[in-house]
């Protein structure tokens, strides 16, 4: 089966440092997303990781250990526009199969 | 515009009636996918389409049908929509499901059924 943990809220301040975590046992591991998704919008592409490690991207970085099953994304420099739900998601196998979504951690920025 | 199109954006209907929710993409992939988000639940698969004559499963598919028109349309059916299929409808399309190919999704469908 396909199982991928987040939690479920967090809150943090703005300027600060958060990190949400996502734990994934999937039937086997080729990817793991990060998507951003505002209020009643469409989710958007943040970071993909494959390999062991951190990904950075401006603000966001994204970090993966596959032998623990385990993933990261943080988030520096708190802006209010940051409030929004993060989505992990892992593609299980090859190409041919979708990708599977955790339930989403949904963060405020408070000031 | 949007590169993934989806109507209607909102529609309430009936329990007992059916309603057709529409794709339509011009980013030129072969994949495309029908979501449902619930509160809590997350995103969750309905059914999938790898190219014009696949059809697959997702997690959730039943009480719901698709129809593949072509490469860039994919259409979701409620055949008999009841209460608890009132969510938001997400649409969403990829290239080859490899490396960094992500999927990308339409701004969705809000589905009230009363």
């Known amino acids: 089966g396909q199982n991928i943990d987040q939690p479920t809220e967090m809150t943090a301040t703005e300027g600060a440092i958060v990190q949400i975590n996502c734990t994934y046992q999937?039937?086997?591991?080729?990817?793991l997303f990060w998507y951003q998704q505002h209020a009643g919008e469409a989710p958007t592409f943040l970071s993909y990781?494959?390999?062991?490690g951190l990904e950075e991207k401006g603000r966001f970085s994204s970090f993966l250990s596959r032998s623990k099953g385990y993933s990261y994304l943080l988030l520096k420099e708190l802006q209010m526009k940051d409030s929004a739900s993060y989505l992990c998601?892992?593609?299980?196998?090859?190409?041919?199969?979708?990708?599977?979504f955790g339930k989403g951690t949904r963060l405020s920025v408070i000031a | 515009d949007a590169d993934v199109t989806q109507t209607p954006r909102n529609r309430i209907t009936k329990t007992g009636k059916r309603i057709m929710l529409e794709c339509s993409q011009t980013?030129?992939?072969?994949?495309m996918y029908w979501y449902r988000q619930d509160p809590g639940l997350g995103l969750r698969l309905i059914y999938y389409?790898?190219?014009?004559?696949?059809?697959n499963k997702g997690e959730i598919s039943d009480g719901y049908s698709v129809s593949r028109q072509a490469q860039a349309k994919f259409s979701l059916s409620l055949e008999s929509a009841i209460p608890n299929q009132t969510a938001l409808y997400f649409c969403?399309?990829?290239?080859?499901?490899?490396?960094?190919?992500?999927?990308?999704f339409g701004e969705g469908s809000w589905l009230t059924v009363v």
């Open positions: 969403a399309t990829s290239d080859y499901g490899q490396g960094e190919h992500t999927i990308y």
């Open positions: 999937t039937s086997g591991f080729n990817g």
């Open positions: 990781n494959v390999l062991d």
């Open positions: 998601a892992v593609r299980p196998t090859s190409g041919n199969t979708p990708l599977v």
């Open positions: 980013k030129g992939h072969d994949r």
């Open positions: 389409s790898f190219d014009v004559k696949d059809i």
